[in-house]
């Protein structure tokens, strides 16, 4: 409501003497202040804050009257009364000075066009010259105890018990002083014979008058407090009445709140009592306190002293208070406490020192609250400076400057969904950058039309639905400068609001407006600076679509004026719509096209406007609708706080017949002094169909009687939007209740449309408490909006003295932070308490969309957990059962159970889980519903409830489960969880995984820690490959610490025995790329492991449904040959066979087509291209995982008479280097001297298609690699057919031939490259090339099988063992080398093994084949 900003000003009077002042009083208008010292009273100016003149009294006349001790102003500011010690009133006249008018003016530059150009407008923005003149002097013979100024009389209270009314013109005009003996005071104004006070020995200590509440609020000597009232209009002996409050015995001082009807008694404990008369019985109702409460203030809530002061702001919503040992607290108007100096950075240093608050001797507001005028009783001269008197002293003069939110005195801000705060010379917005996007529903559901945005191309982007990111995306503010030409001219600002879009802002001051636009940065004055010096907003404005709506007195016409201006237009009275009022507007409002008014006559006014779009400017025309006298229940104008129109309504739309009318403006909503009333229209009588009202000129419904639906309240919020899936929020009304919280009055609908309950109510007032100040509410997104002070300490940057401080070190800087809180679960709160839960579930569905939603749940059980857990008494309906069951309506409710109990203390669980459900059961429903994150949170439960066999056997199948879902990260906390409860660490369980550790391969990060090449020769790979002693290889990365730490422990057997029973069946289920992931990230012992099951789990049992489902998980498309190929392809036949196999196996082929020829030799010779490749081979680092490696290819001519020749030894060569990933480049000429037609073509690219992707190809290669090391040769072999791999085919044949490989798995390769072909025949044509061009190494294999098993028959089984397949690392080297050396000589003779010539003599082969057990049979397509 009310927030400091900055630090405090610090004001310097330039005044020869050793007397400080001591007191201070404004005037009516809060523009003048009188300061009080001992002999002399200043007079001071607002703005600016300087001093304009002086008096001191005569050493004789000092000597006479006493010292100076309080003062009060004539309500015209023309006269002031000082009393005195020896009980003097002095009266002086304040006039202005005759010569010179203004003491400090504003110099403007030439040609600038605020001049002078209306009477007194020179004077008015300047300090004038006033001067002090003695008027006359009473003398009452007692001491003055009090001073109140009541209309033309001045009320004047002395020590003698006695009551003195004088005009000011210093007459009694006959009227005699009030003794208060003679006043009868009782409880009530009913109970005249009640208990009355002894006023034998008592006096008025302080008092002041209460123009609305028709009396004055007193506190005596002894302490006790009442209120005294005249009977009649005549305030004589015999007219008094008082009433007192009874067992208060220590009151301090008092303060009326003239709009709230309040009075607030200082009491000598520190805290503040608020009353209020009780309409019926006259008697003084204790309202609320203001106290504060040892949970914010511990060391000091108790010893603050006597209360000293209290003072209400001039718009009555806030109330400052001072104690006796200093301090200041600020609380809104029904006890909200708002901030305080004794706490915080106000009481201590930055090095955590503790600060002496500063004691307040006299403090006033300023001009509509924006500074607050202190007097410090510190006494802070130095030693020399008392006794030299010619030292020029500097009183203690505090200016806190305060914003405020524009609800305190323009409250038709309350049907907006932003927070606008206005200070002295600058306004804050929270609806973020002008530039992103803002609600376009609003401006829908207020009008048909769209405004119109004059040089703004973004306006497209502005009315976009303004989101939570806007309002709540960061805590700071966008800051509007007021424009100072304004400023100068018509400070202070008393009005300012915003539109509905939160683009356009509007300010009113003391003449005239003036608007900003936040697309434009711009702002708008009047042009016509005699328009705007001759209106004066009264009752606020507002804003409607793009037009601004404000209440107005004409000064030259004298009239009260209703005036419409056009944003998009020049700010002239000309452009303006006015329509003439019959009396002055307090309030106005805007809902949808209607205006409501109330008037100083205690009437309301309702007026349509309608856009008209006829002319070059759209104009506005304004109709009266409706006009309701309020005079009956209204005593007093100024009472009435806020006015608004709404569609809320006791019926909710259940009983309406049309439901059209649910937006339609249905009640009048009327904050009277705190009271919310409430005159719906009256339906009592015959329906109008809605189409035969139409007419907005047609007479409305008539009111009811007004109906109180809250007491105590500050602000209001509506809205006249609607959604049918959030009604609950957007059909209700939004109270703010100071230190009681919030309420809404929440509408009940009945489920599925069935027919209401005639007992239930249709309504429901619901309380909840929040922890900000509401500005602001969030109707559909369920949030409030508020702002909070937040403080800085400077003090380090200064060095603390004896002498005076600054005030950067005395205060901290305090800023104003936006800040907001959900208020959802307070409501299903509420409303299951009343077991409504059916309207908590629909409320609550209908928001589970939010992305807080969880949140909300989640708060609700905490805190209904923390109460009754924790509740000393037993609690005989316990709500937390209802809490659970009302939880697990929702898809959340384990997270949510889970969540809480993690962030509650362990003591409380048990009372948890016993509502919820046991968290066993919990775990397993977690599982079943594969929320694997939340079973782990309920496993740091279990581990803390449970015994360790039951954390152990839950986190066995959570780690099996994880597994399954390749949760890795979850693993591998598992894997920790598991050898924590292993290691007896159960007194402090696992934390909770707090990151997700990066994977940037796709499951193969744990191989980068292996230096392997994928660009090797055959020659690098004899060495490496096939060299089975390295089955065992272990990880160099962090995570080979850990398997290779406690390898003999039992626990760890545990988890490995697990992990081998997850890869055993990931390989029964050929789900490599899987095992792959698996061991990558859980630091798996792959080779090692393989090697143990290459008899076993490693087998391969169908070579076809491997070879399918490897096609299918690394996304490998089946190759395929287009019919046209088939047919007209020379490659049918046999004819440039070698040279497409060049094109088709090499592994880059999908470069060569769209690289350049980089490096090379073109020879052309009798129209033939021979082309020779030599191969740099060299050995690549891990790096080659990463992208490919460039090889060196060296063309060279060939003497080499043949075309076959030549080309086949290049082809040989392709086939042998087809594990380099290299770049292979070619020339367009090698197709045409190809002779290649366009089916050839055709065929090429259709097998460059056949490529998968490159990451597939590398992590395929990557596992070949690791197949090849541990031995399984069945998933080599399958992984070359995938990649069409002749050369290692070629390798494996060569490492079977010279090495013992069981028979079984020997058959088993047969067996499985028969299947293999015959899938190929039937279902693959794809495949028939590749398997053409390894048939010979396939018939090699063939020739293999057949001689070990004739021998192996004739043997014994012992011969074959898994050991000695294990124990032959020699032989596998040397045959490897034997491969190399063998293709490394087909290179150099120019013939390879897939390039011999298919004679006649290979259908022998066959023939011979065929006849042989087991023989392949592999034809020519």
């Known amino acids: 409501m009310y927030f400091l900003s900055g630090w405090p000003r610090r004001l310097l009077c330039p005044l020869k003497g050793s007397e400080k002042p001591f007191h201070i009083q404004p005037d009516s208008r809060r523009l003048v202040f009188a300061l009080l010292s001992q002999t002399q009273i200043s007079l001071w100016y607002s703005r600016p804050s300087v001093l304009i003149v002086s008096y001191k009294e005569s050493a004789k006349a000092a000597s006479q009257f006493g010292s100076y001790e309080r003062t009060e102003w004539k309500p015209d500011s023309s006269m002031i009364a000082v009393a005195t010690a020896n009980g003097y009133i002095l009266l002086f006249d304040i006039v202005c000075s005759g010569q010179e008018k203004c003491l400090y003016e504003p110099v403007y530059p030439r040609g600038n066009p605020r001049v002078k150009v209306t009477p007194g407008y020179k004077e008015e923005q300047c300090a004038p010259s006033l001067t002090v003149e003695m008027k006359k002097v009473l003398d009452f013979q007692a001491k003055i105890t009090s001073l109140q100024s009541m209309q033309d009389d001045l009320v004047i209270a002395t020590n003698d018990g006695i009551l003195h009314l004088i005009h000011w013109d210093g007459l009694t005009n006959g009227r005699k002083a009030i003794n208060l003996c003679s006043v009868p005071f009782s409880v009530d104004l009913q109970s005249l014979r009640g208990p009355s006070l002894d006023f034998e020995s008592l006096h008025i200590q302080d008092m002041e008058y209460g123009s609305t509440l028709d009396g004055f609020a007193v506190v005596f000597d002894d302490g006790r407090i009442g209120f005294v009232t005249p009977v009649s209009n005549k305030l004589t002996t015999e007219n008094l009445h008082g009433v007192w409050a009874q067992e208060i015995t220590d009151g301090t001082c008092v303060a009326i709140n003239n709009k709230y009807k309040l009075m607030a008694f200082g009491c000598a404990n520190g805290s503040v009592l608020v009353y209020t008369m009780d309409t019926t019985t006259g008697a003084m109702q204790l309202s609320h306190k203001l106290e504060l409460t040892p949970k914010h203030y511990p060391d000091i809530w108790n010893k603050t002293g006597a209360v000293k002061l209290i003072r209400w702001s001039p718009d009555c919503s806030v109330a400052m208070v001072t104690w006796a040992c200093g301090g200041l607290s600020l609380w809104s ?55 030299n008197k010619n030292v020029v002293q500097q009183a203690e003069i505090l200016q806190f400057q305060f914003i405020k939110s524009a609800l305190t005195v323009n409250p038709c801000m309350n049907n907006q969904e932003q927070v606008l705060l206005q200070g002295e010379d600058r306004l804050y917005l929270n609806c973020g950058d002008a530039l992103q996007n803002q609600n376009s529903s609003t401006a829908a559901a207020n009008s048909g039309h769209q405004p119109v945005r004059e040089k703004n191309p973004l306006y497209n982007d502005i009315l976009v639905p303004q989101g939570l990111s806007t309002l709540l995306g960061h805590r700071h503010w966008h800051v509007v400068q007021i424009h100072s030409t304004y400023l100068e001219s018509n400070w202070p600002i008393k009005f300012a609001a915003i539109d509905q879009l939160g683009q356009c802002v509007a300010v009113a001051g003391k003449y005239g407006i003036a608007h900003y636009a936040l697309f434009t940065r711009k702002w708008k004055l009047f042009g016509n600076i005699t328009q705007e010096q001759n209106m004066a907003v009264t009752g606020g404005l507002a804003w409607w679509n793009d037009f601004i709506v404000l209440a107005c007195y004409n000064l030259v016409d004298q009239q009260e004026e209703l005036r419409l201006y056009l944003r998009s237009s020049n700010l002239d009275n000309v452009f303006a719509h006015i329509t ?83 937006c339609a403006a249905e009640s009048i909503m009327l904050n009277l002094a705190g009271q919310l009333i409430m005159l719906q229209r009256d339906r009592s009588g015959p329906q109008v169909r809605e189409k035969d009202s139409i007419s907005k000129h047609k007479k409305l419904l008539p009111f009811c009687a007004p109906v109180v639906l809250a007491q105590c309240v500050e602000n209001v919020w509506t809205t006249c939007r609607s959604n049918k899936q959030k009604r609950h929020l957007l059909e209700a009304l939004w109270l703010n209740c100071g230190e009681a919280g919030m309420k809404v009055w929440l509408p009940l609908f009945p489920r599925d449309n069935r027919k209401p309950h005639s007992f239930l109510s249709r309504r429901i007032m619901l309380p909840f408490q929040i922890n900000i100040y509401p500005l602001a509410v969030l109707f559909e997104d369920a949030l409030v909006l508020g702002a909070v002070n937040e403080t800085v300490l400077y003090d380090n940057l200064y060095t603390r003295n004896n ?42 569905q209908s928001c589970v969309t939010l992305p807080y939603f969880p949140h909300v749940l989640e708060l609700m059980l905490h805190e209904v957990l923390e109460e009754e857990a924790t509740s000393r008494e037993p609690i005989p309906d316990p709500l937390l059962p209802t809490v659970a069951k009302f939880i697990t309506e929702f898809p959340l409710f384990l997270q949510t159970v889970v969540h809480c109990a993690r962030k509650t203390e362990y003591a409380l669980w048990n ?93 193969f990060e744990f191989f980068k820690h292996r230096s392997i090449s994928f660009s090797q020769s055959v020659e690098g790979l004899s060495a490496s490959k096939f060299n089975l002693q390295k089955t065992l290889s272990m990880p160099s990365g962090p995570s080979a610490k850990r398997w290779s730490k406690d390898v003999d422990s039992a626990e760890n057997m545990y988890i490995d025995e697990m992990l081998w029973r997850h890869a055993r069946r990931l390989l029964e289920e050929m789900r490599l790329k899987d095992l792959s992931s698996f061991a990558a990230q859980l630091g798996f012992e792959l ?27 690394f996304l490998w498309p089946v190759p395929v040959i287009p019919s046209s190929c088939l047919v007209n392809s020379p490659f049918k036949n046999g004819k440039y066979k070698t040279v497409g196999e060049q094109f088709l196996n090499t592994q880059s082929t999908e470069t060569f087509v769209t690289s350049d020829l980089e490096s090379g030799v073109i020879n052309a010779h009798a129209g033939h291209i021979c082309l020779s490749l030599n191969t740099a081979h060299t050995q690549t680092d891990s790096g080659s995982l990463q992208g490919p490696q460039t090889q060196d290819a060296i063309l060279s001519p060939l003497l080499s008479k043949g075309d076959e020749c030549s080309i086949g030894s290049a082809t040989d060569l392709t086939e042998t280097s087809s594990m380099v990933d290299g770049d292979w480049t070619m020339v367009d000429e090698g197709f045409s001297a190809l002779s290649l037609t366009q089916s050839d073509l055709e065929y090429i690219s259709m097998e460059l298609a056949n490529k998968g992707p490159r990451k597939s190809q590398v992590q395929l290669r990557y596992l070949m690699h690791i197949f090849m090391e541990a031995g399984c ?45 015959g899938w190929a025949l039937a279902d693959c044509p794809g495949y028939k090339p590749f398997l053409n061009r390894i048939k010979p190494q396939l018939q090699k294999l063939n020739e293999i099988t057949e001689e070990q098993i004739q021998p192996e028959a004739f043997q014994p089984l012992s011969r074959v063992s898994i050991s000695k397949t294990v124990e032959a690392p020699s032989s596998w080297t040397e045959d490897n080398r ?32 065929l006849e042989d057990e087991g023989s392949y049979e592999c034809s020519v397509s």
Request: hydrophobic share 40%.
């Open 1378 to 1409: 034997n491969a190399a050396s063998h293709i490394n000589g087909s290179q150099n003779d120019g013939s390879g093994i897939t390039s011999r010539p298919e004679d006649d003599g290979q259908e022998e082969e066959e023939e011979q084949q």
């Open 333 to 387: 108007v029904f006890g909200a406490h708002l901030f305080c100096t004794l706490g915080g950075d106000f009481a201590h240093y930055s090095d955590g020192t503790k600060k002496e608050p500063m004691k307040i001797s006299s403090m006033s507001w300023g001009a509509e609250g924006y500074h607050l005028w202190a007097i410090s009783s510190d006494s802070t001269q130095v030693g020399n400076d008392l006794e």
């Open 1087 to 1113: 080779i090692g492991w393989l090697s143990k099951e290459r008899t076993r789990a490693a087998r391969v049992e169908d070579f076809v449904k491997a070879l399918k489902r490897l096609h299918n998980d």
């Open 1273 to 1317: 040769l069945e998933w080599c072999l399958i992984i070359a057919l995938i990649l069409r791999d002749s050369a290692v085919i070629c390798q494996i044949v060569s490492s079977i031939q010279h090495s013992e490989v069981p028979t079984d798995i020997l058959q088993g390769i047969k067996s499985g490259m028969l299947a293999v072909d």
């Open 803 to 844: 002498e005076k401080e600054p005030l950067e070190v005395l205060f901290p800087f305090c800023t104003v932070e936006r800040t907001s809180q959900i208020y959802l679960h307070h409501i299903l709160r509420q409303l299951l308490v009343r077991n409504l839960g059916e309207q908590a579930l629909l409320l609550a």
């Open 911 to 1003: 009372y948890l889980f016993a509502a919820v459900g046991n968290p066993k059961d919990l775990f397993e429903e977690c599982l079943l519903a594969q929320d694997l994150d939340t079973a782990a949170s309920y496993l740091i439960i279990l581990q803390n409830m449970e015994v360790p066999a039951v954390s152990r056997q839950h986190a066995t199948l959570l780690f099996s489960t994880a597994l399954e879902h390749g949760k890795w990260d979850l693993c591998r906390h598992m894997i920790r969880f598991l050898k924590a409860i292993g290691a007896g660490e159960l007194e402090t369980p696992p934390p909770t995984p707090t990151h997700q550790e990066p994977s940037s391969t796709g499951g």
């Open 580 to 662: 003439k009022v019959q009396s002055e507007t307090l309030l106005i409002n805007v809902f949808k096209d209607m205006v409501i008014l109330f008037r100083v006559d205690c009437s309301i006014c309702l007026y349509s406007i309608d856009r008209k779009d006829d002319g070059p400017n759209p104009t506005a025309s304004v109709q009266v609708l409706q006009e309701v006298s309020m005079s009956r229940y209204i005593p007093h104008p100024s009472l009435v706080v806020s006015i608004t129109l709404t569609s809320v309504r006791t019926e909710t739309g259940i009983t309406l017949k049309m439901p059209q009318q649910a």
